[in-house]
């Protein structure tokens, strides 16, 4: 069973990370959301409190398969900042372990160096705060181990590509299908 951990924090986008977390669990994908601002709810972007499963300093990270980051601003503003999921994200690229990043969170990706010379898409405008102008425009882009997606209305296509990546193309579809999608 693949392990996904999506860290958590105020400003996080709710529906990107409520629709990552609810997908990849309908491919029976253990889903771990992970507060990294301590304990108890979080107040997402658009004012929805979220609880996440865990706190991430409690996390063995190594018993993770993938790491998926939720945009928003000022959650990705704190993933910037955490010193944790930075280092994560330097391990999992290392180990070439899946990395997902939607809207703003390819920002982190950046900031972490994990971003060199891969192809990416982000929330538009986004890649100016890279100082990068190749963002692509394509709703999902995949470049080795890295997946990035545009937003909070591209999640569901970003969260079925990573169960085709995984999984393969008839476990996405089968997931697709019973959403109805």
Same mark, same amino acid.
């Given at each position: 069973?693949?392990?996904?951990?999506?860290?958590?924090? #105020?400003?996080? %986008?709710?529906?990107?990370?409520? =629709?990552? /977390?609810?997908? $990849?669990?309908?491919?029976?994908?253990? +889903?771990?959301?992970?507060?990294?601002?301590?304990?108890?709810?979080?107040?997402?972007?658009?004012?929805?409190?979220?609880?996440?499963?865990?706190?991430?300093?409690?996390?063995?990270?190594?018993?993770?398969?993938?790491?998926?980051?939720?945009?928003?601003?000022?959650?990705?503003?704190?993933?910037?900042?955490?010193?944790?999921?930075?280092?994560?994200?330097?391990?999992? #690229?290392?180990? %070439?372990?899946?990395?997902?990043? =939607?809207? /703003?969170?390819? $920002?982190?990706?950046?900031?972490?160096? +994990?971003?060199?010379?891969?192809?990416?898409?982000?929330?538009?405008?986004?890649?100016?705060?890279?100082?990068?102008?190749?963002?692509?425009?394509?709703?999902?882009?995949?470049?080795?181990?890295?997946?990035?997606?545009?937003?909070?209305?591209?999640?569901?296509?970003?969260?079925?590509?990573?169960?085709?990546?995984?999984?393969?193309?008839?476990?996405?579809?089968?997931?697709?299908?019973?959403?109805?999608?």
């Amino acid at each position: 069973m693949t392990r996904v951990l999506i860290p958590v924090a #105020n400003g996080s %986008e709710e529906m990107e990370t409520v =629709i990552l /977390a609810d997908v $990849l669990r309908r491919a029976s994908w253990e +889903v771990v959301l992970a507060g990294i601002q301590g304990n108890g709810p979080i107040t997402a972007s658009r004012g929805v409190r979220l609880v996440p499963d865990e706190q991430w300093e409690k996390l063995d990270l190594s018993t993770f398969d993938m790491l998926v980051l939720p945009g928003g601003l000022g959650g990705t503003e704190a993933l910037c900042a955490n010193d944790g999921v930075q280092e994560a994200l330097r391990i999992f #690229n290392i180990e %070439e372990l899946w990395i997902g990043a =939607i809207c /703003a969170a390819p $920002l982190a990706l950046h900031k972490a160096g +994990v971003l060199r010379k891969r192809a990416f898409t982000c929330y538009p405008g986004t890649e100016e705060k890279m100082k990068r102008a190749d963002r692509s425009d394509d709703p999902v882009v995949v470049d080795g181990h890295i997946v990035t997606s545009q937003g909070p209305g591209t999640a569901i296509p970003f969260a079925l590509k990573l169960i085709k990546l995984v999984d393969g193309a008839a476990a996405a579809d089968k997931v697709a299908s019973g959403m109805i999608y």
